[in-house]
């Protein structure tokens, strides 16, 4: 069966400081990769999806990016982070070609 | 075109009754509707989805109506439970190649006990 497992759980970390938050899946290979951003009381804005190593598409200009440097490994980056970068960060996976996105437990930035 | 309205933002429902969210959808190329079922702190759950080919989906409590013509579908939630309290959230898909959700704002439900 898959699994998605995303880390660190929680962080506090203070403005001006560098963000790296990882998302891996288990048990298929080739899988579309998302990240998305839950503010708090909010819905979720999708910021990154990738379809293949490599390949990454952003889908809101900010001061965030992604990389996928293996077929299971999505890495979602920061140099500088921002008050406004606080929030729940979400990763989801999807079989290639099939809709259904599955979510990991998210990882609660917080950003002082 | 590529919103999903959702409503109500919040509902009360008591135990045993049935609970109704519904969304709103524009762009007719959408053709995957799910409905995700989000606890406090843990990532959103899949909980039932439809395509715009069938009218209507259920499975166990979880029903899904689908109007086509309207652009609009439907959770009916059957003799809500309070362990039913969550927030939910509809999302709608259909770009091509990337299987990308456009969600919509969530509704939190709350079933008395």
């Known amino acids: 069966s898959q699994t998605i497992h995303q880390w660190p759980a929680t962080l506090v970390q203070p403005v001006g400081s560098p963000l790296s938050l990882e998302c891996t899946v288990e048990g298929t290979s080739n899988p579309n990769l998302y990240w998305y951003r839950q503010a708090a009381g909010r819905g979720l804005q999708l910021l990154f999806y990738?379809?293949?190593?490599?390949?990454i598409s952003s889908e809101v200009p900010q001061n965030l990016s992604a990389s996928r440097p293996q077929d299971r490994q999505f890495i979602l980056s920061s140099k500088k982070l921002l008050l406004s970068d606080s929030g729940f960060y979400l990763c989801a996976w999807a079989t290639s070609g099939i809709y259904e996105q599955y979510f990991g437990p998210g990882t609660r930035l917080t950003v002082t | 075109q590529q919103q999903v309205k959702q409503s109500p933002q919040s509902l009360i429902v008591q135990k045993g009754g049935i609970s109704i969210i519904n969304c709103a959808y524009e762009?007719?190329?959408?053709?995957?509707f799910p409905w995700y079922q989000q606890f406090p702190g843990k990532g959103p759950a899949l909980l039932i989805a439809i395509r715009p080919d069938v009218s209507e989906k259920k499975e166990g409590r979880f029903t899904i109506s689908f109007n086509k013509s309207a652009k609009q579908f439907s959770l009916h939630i059957m003799d809500s439970q309070p362990g039913d309290s969550a927030t939910y959230f509809c999302?709608?898909?259909?770009?091509?190649?990337?299987?990308?959700?456009?969600f919509g704002t969530g509704t939190r439900l709350k079933v008395l006990a």
């Open positions: 999302a709608a898909s259909g770009t091509s190649g990337t299987y990308k959700y456009i």
């Open positions: 990738s379809v293949g190593i490599g390949q």
């Open positions: 762009n007719t190329a959408f053709d995957y």
